[in-house]
């Protein structure tokens, strides 16, 4: 959507078409944005020799000519990737060569510093191939960063400070912890930090922290005068999160670090402990740059909340520094260079003047 955002921005007259599936968040959210979404079968890749795996075949090929009949549909000019359920269908039917339709060029965007298994499929016939972070495993990519959304981008955190700290309940000069694990939250970051309550009181340090819907918090009752805990399922409001906190404990996912570190927050990340480990490399380049932590999963434990975390937060010094690193590797423009790539490819394809879509 951010990419979809710096298209409208760039041609105001482009005409934006989402595939989806029937399953995700993009049900709610593309529309809510006000564009047109097109859903089709998903094809995710089973992990293990099943029935699933069996049946594989006629769903891409169900797939694949669903996402056609809409390329056809719409006229499509060019097809952006940033890989999952869709983007295997999509970037077959944009070659034209299971149903030898006209071919559609592709341009792909791997978010993750390891490469998917639908992007590296893609990068083979891609006309450019872009990423987040370098060696993503993609040969002759772009590195232009994460497409962040414009009112993350755009955030003054300084500026919003004080109404940031004051819708969430914090005095004006507290020291305050995030705490989030992604729009579901992380039960052990949850576990970890809940149980440090005490310590972080003791040492002075508010807390705002989102545990996801689906968790509940064992948090002991705060002692007279001790700072807030404020906790809650979900924050609605990143920007004012990211405006109020000093430090941030939080995973490792692309979005999550691109964000952060696109507003200048200092971190702690704590990697999904699953996976093929793209979390702990998609915080790297910003650890080593000075501007986070990395934590194991396991290590993340209220002792290291307790002794770590407390130090961090009440290193002044060392936290502005953190903050100026993680802002030197932020991408703000992302959004915009994936967009722009994306026209130029449909350009060098199509005549001047011709509408894109």
Do not use: W
Not at 2 to 17: N, S
Not at 111 to 121: D, H
Not at 300 to 316: I, K, N
């Amino acid at each position: 959507m951010a990419v979809a955002d710096a298209l409208t921005q760039l041609e105001p007259d482009i005409r934006i078409t989402a595939l989806g599936t029937a399953r995700g968040l993009e049900t709610r959210l593309i529309p809510e944005r006000g564009y047109r979404l097109e859903l089709i079968t998903p094809v995710p890749m089973p992990r293990r020799l099943n029935r699933d795996l069996a049946g594989l075949p006629l769903r891409v090929r169900r797939a694949v000519r669903e996402a056609r009949t809409v390329l056809d549909e719409v006229e499509a000019d060019v097809v952006i990737g940033f890989g999952g359920y869709v983007a295997v269908p999509a970037y077959l039917a944009a070659r034209g060569g299971l149903l030898r339709g006209r071919r559609v060029p592709v341009v792909v965007h791997e978010a993750n510093a390891r490469a998917g298994l639908a992007n590296r499929m893609g990068a083979r016939s891609a006309r450019r191939v872009l990423s987040a972070v370098p060696g993503s495993g993609l040969r002759h990519a772009e590195v232009v960063g994460m497409p962040v959304r414009a009112s993350i981008t755009a955030l003054d955190r300084v500026a919003l400070r004080t109404q940031a700290r004051e819708y969430f309940g914090f005095a004006d000069d507290a020291l305050v912890l995030l705490v989030f694990g992604g729009s579901q939250g992380a039960a052990s970051i949850n576990r970890a930090v809940s149980a440090a309550a005490p310590d972080l009181a003791r040492a002075g340090i508010a807390v705002l922290h989102a545990h996801g819907p689906k968790n509940v918090l064992d948090v002991r009752s705060p002692e007279p005068g001790d700072p807030p805990y404020v906790a809650l399922p979900y924050l609605d409001r990143m920007d004012l999160a990211y405006a109020a906190a000093d430090l941030a404990i939080c995973r490792s996912g692309a979005m999550t670090v691109a964000e952060v570190s696109a507003v200048g927050l200092p971190a702690v990340y704590a990697p999904l402990p699953i996976g093929n480990g793209e979390q702990r490399l998609n915080a790297l380049p910003v650890v080593n740059a000075g501007g986070g932590l990395l934590v194991a999963d396991a290590d993340l434990t209220p002792a290291f909340v307790a002794r770590q975390v407390t130090a961090l937060m009440t290193d002044g010094d060392r936290l502005r520094s953190m903050r100026d690193a993680a802002a030197r590797v932020g991408h703000g423009d992302a959004a915009r260079r994936v967009a722009e790539a994306a026209l130029e490819v449909a350009r060098d394809r199509n005549s001047a003047g011709k509408v894109l879509r």
